[in-house]
């Protein structure tokens, strides 16, 4: 394993992206002859004769899966009698093994064409909505009940000799339903622990648009209270739909030597990018990212000191960190956010000029010659902005 890590840590960008694809290629063949063998094996019965009272008993037991690979695998293999383009599109990579199994007791003679085609390149909530057009849920009453309490832990008691063992208690029942699962076309049900201060919100919220909502909706009142949160946050963190001032001279000036990027920057940037990363890769696919978004200058606020709309872009933080490391190097950057912490709690502009202080010992970052100290600038400010809304380079 050592000299496998080695080797691969030798490989070039291109070959070691192209030998991962060689070996996901690799697995899904694996995979797909893996089904074909264990359907056989189902239909056998060859379980029986190892001492397995189950398919998934002997798949756990013998073959050492875990139960959910268990589960699909068995799930998949048996549609896959009925359905044998499913072992198809396991080795083309067309569906993934969770979404064909999500897929198999929807799937027949007639439709699997369609739905499999319709499938290709979902992801698992991707194909749990196609799974619930193909067969559709009540919708939910929108309730809220009290939850029981936890009980107490019991106490341990002296161990006592018993004639007959005492029974085995049943395993506490866990939960795993989705906090967000579709029902049919567009329908979805909610469901969230709720504490006693967000239950009398609600109440309350209930009591005070009986005249707009008489039945008290859960539903109608979470969308109403969305839309106001989605416009605050939107207005405080882009601009959109704050309404325009006529800036001063002075402000301008101001905000001209400030990192802050002015209102009508922000909300112009925001809606030319759609709300969305920009990052484009050499394939011209564009990162899918809408949270946690930052604007980027994309020459360096620290070397421009400029704030201009057509150079200003939204990333996602993973990306504008990975801009930021090309462009200081990644060795420089970990130096920078290993000072965040003392910064946050320093005292204010005392512990930015420390953190500078510290950053230009550290000497010049890589990738940003003639930057100067204006670059370690940049990079302290960063550091020190780490709870703010909308981090800038």
């Known amino acids: 394993m050592i000299n496998s890590l080695e080797t691969v840590a030798l490989l070039s960008d291109p070959d070691l992206l192209a030998g991962t694809h060689e070996l996901v290629d690799n697995s899904l063949c694996t995979e797909a002859d893996l089904l074909v063998h264990l359907s056989e094996i189902d239909e056998r019965k060859l379980y029986a004769d190892r001492a397995f009272p189950s398919m998934f008993a002997f798949c756990v037991g013998e073959l050492r899966f875990s139960e959910d690979a268990a589960y699909s695998r068995i799930m998949v293999a048996r549609a896959a009698r009925r359905v044998p383009a499913m072992i198809e599109a396991t080795r083309s990579g067309q569906v993934h093994l969770t979404g064909l199994r999500l897929l198999a007791p929807h799937l027949t003679a007639e439709n699997h064409s369609e739905v499999l085609a319709e499938a290709t390149g979902k992801?698992?909530?991707?194909?749990?909505?196609?799974?619930?057009?193909?067969a559709p849920q009540p919708a939910v009453a929108p309730t809220i009940r009290r939850l029981p309490e936890r009980p107490a832990p019991a106490?341990?008691?002296?161990?006592?000799?018993?004639?007959?063992?005492?029974?085995?208690?049943?395993?506490?029942?866990?939960?795993?339903?989705?906090?967000?699962?579709?029902?049919?076309?567009?329908k979805y049900r909610v469901e969230f622990t709720a504490d006693q201060e967000l239950h009398d919100k609600l109440r309350e919220a209930q009591d005070l648009l009986r005249h707009r909502i008489p039945d008290g909706d859960l539903a109608c009142i979470v969308e109403r209270a969305l839309d106001l949160l989605i416009d605050h946050v939107k207005k405080e963190r882009f601009g959109v739909g704050r309404k325009p001032?006529?800036?001063?001279?002075?402000?301008v000036q101001e905000e001209a030597s400030s990192r802050h990027i002015p209102d009508a920057i922000k909300r112009k940037v925001y809606q030319r990018d759609g709300g969305r990363c920009t990052l484009v890769d050499e394939r011209g696919r564009r990162c899918p990212a809408t949270g946690n978004l930052e604007f980027e200058h994309v020459d360096g606020f620290a070397l421009t000191?400029?704030?201009d709309e057509d150079r200003i872009r939204l990333l996602c933080r993973s990306h504008n960190q990975h801009a930021a490391e090309k462009t200081y190097g990644r060795a420089f950057m970990e130096r920078a956010r290993s000072l965040r912490v003392s910064t946050c709690s320093g005292p204010g502009r005392g512990a930015l000029r420390a953190v500078t202080r510290q950053l230009d010992l550290l000497g010049q970052?890589?990738?940003?010659?003639?930057a100067g100290s204006k670059s370690v600038m940049c990079v302290a400010e960063r550091s020190t902005q780490a709870s703010h809304a909308v981090p800038v380079w």
Do not use: F, N, Y
């Not at 992801?123 to 799974?131: D, F, P, S, Y």
């Not at 001032?245 to 402000?251: I, Y």
């Open 123 to 134: 992801t698992k909530r991707e194909i749990e909505e196609l799974v619930a057009r193909l």
């Open 155 to 186: 106490r341990a008691e002296p161990l006592t000799l018993a004639l007959e063992p005492a029974p085995a208690r049943p395993p506490p029942r866990e939960d795993h339903r989705r906090a967000i699962a579709p029902l049919a076309e567009k």
């Open 245 to 251: 001032r006529q800036p001063s001279a002075v402000a």
């Open 305 to 307: 000191h400029l704030h």
């Open 365 to 370: 970052p890589t990738g940003a010659e003639g």
